[in-house]
DNA sequence: TGTTTCGCATGATGCGCATCATATGGAATC
DNA sequence: GATTCCATATGATGCGCATCATGCGAAACA
């Protein structure tokens, strides 16, 4: 359960400081890579570099490539889920909906992969990989989900069910994904404004579905 | 613009009959690998094992690996876009719309993604490949999204509106891509019927936004 | 029938990559 | 102050891959 992430105490001599230090520059550059390169393509010996150090001292961090992979994963999500999710004080689903769509679906996020959601840059990748990297992607779908929702389940402020919160992010990565794949500039600005509105009408219809108290 | 698909005559000896018969199993191999390993994976010498012959004879037949790559990507359609669009009667486009999630978002299409939808499996590869295959990419999914219409636009009929289309798309293509990237069964179940779910409702809002006629 | 063509096979070549073996130099420990 | 760690650097090693060079044999053609 132990993963190497930035989880130590602050109290030790500057030799352990030191390397977590390293390992923070390495997980930064790692998760970057990885959302613009992708699974194969985050090869260590750049990452590293990117790091200021040098392939041989990646082993005194990870066991092998996939550990970093399953960390760079985690790291991209505990440094800016916030940034997209949002902990939106809204309370209707609508607005908490359009409020997502409007911050995903947009040319920057588009542009900028290496900064952007882990899910919809790694999607078809994580498909083909590791069993334990699948598993984290589970993990922090899964949260992802409740960040989305927004109140547990026994709030009386009736958070979207499960579902709802699971399809409008679906909508959300198939959206991006698409709009990065095309070529075509007025293709893939099509798609970003397809998907912010179909978000809102589809939030609308789930609220009438499912009212709100 | 002429790309070395089957589109020979008929009319010549068994020479170039038989080169014909090699590259239509050459892209049938490659199609499927390309949709289960992605864009690094298909590598030249397995796909040509598969399609019977050595990694010599496929400078025959291709230029060079991207060019095999985009010609594999458009057979996958060739071969499939009817099966997961399909030229539906159906005159509404929430029966339509209903009908393409109920075959696109299956436990089936998940678990075979080598003769699945192309979108998919290669959503997050695209992004990342030579301007050729993205260009490909878009021409494609213009075409599907055409299909899914099922009218041109002066047609009496009243097709959705090419956006409407592009959204329930890409839900298709963003609920698919997570249950493949997700380990965890239930979830994987889970997202799919959310998503069939949200594919009923975004359409019957859709419907309500753009009366048929 | 002799010559040319060309699809295919065999076998380099070179590169990028993950991983390992070994060395070093400065903390940590006594 | 001597010894032990250990994070890092350097430099193999081996593999998979794309691509190219060369040769063969049967069809195409004169």
Redesign the interface.
């Known amino acids: 359960m132990e993963s190497p992430v930035t989880d130590a105490p602050e109290t030790d001599g500057p030799r352990a400081r030191a390397k977590r230090e390293s390992l923070r520059r390495i997980l930064v550059a790692a998760s970057a890579r990885l959302r613009?390169?992708?699974l194969?393509?985050a090869a260590i010996a750049p990452v590293m570099k990117a790091a200021g150090l040098t392939h041989g001292a990646f082993y005194a961090h990870f066991r092998d490539k996939d550990e970093l992979a399953v960390a760079a994963f985690r790291q991209a999500f505990a440094t800016e889920r916030e940034r997209w999710i949002g902990a939106t004080r809204d309370r209707s689903w609508p607005a908490r909906a359009r409020r997502l769509a409007a911050r995903y679906l947009t040319a920057r996020h588009r542009d900028d992969?290496g900064a952007g959601c882990a899910?919809?840059?790694?999607?078809?990748?994580?498909?083909?990989a590791p069993?334990a990297f699948?598993?984290a992607?589970?993990q922090e779908?899964?949260a992802t989900l409740a960040a989305i929702r927004g109140a547990p389940d026994d709030d009386p402020m009736r958070p979207p069910p499960?579902?709802?919160a699971?399809?409008?992010?679906?909508?959300?990565?198939?959206?991006l994904?698409?709009a990065?794949?095309?070529?075509?500039p007025e293709?893939s600005e099509?798609?970003l404004?397809?998907?912010r509105?179909?978000a809102e009408?589809?939030a609308?219809?789930?609220a009438a579905?499912a009212p709100p108290d």
Do not use: I, K
């Open positions: 613009r390169e992708g194969e393509g992969p899910f919809a840059a790694l999607a078809t990748d994580a498909a083909r069993d699948r598993a992607y589970g779908l899964r499960l579902d709802h699971a399809a409008m992010l679906a909508l959300c990565v198939g959206g994904s698409l990065r794949a095309v070529n075509d293709l099509r798609l404004s397809a998907c509105d179909a009408r589809l609308q219809a789930d579905a």
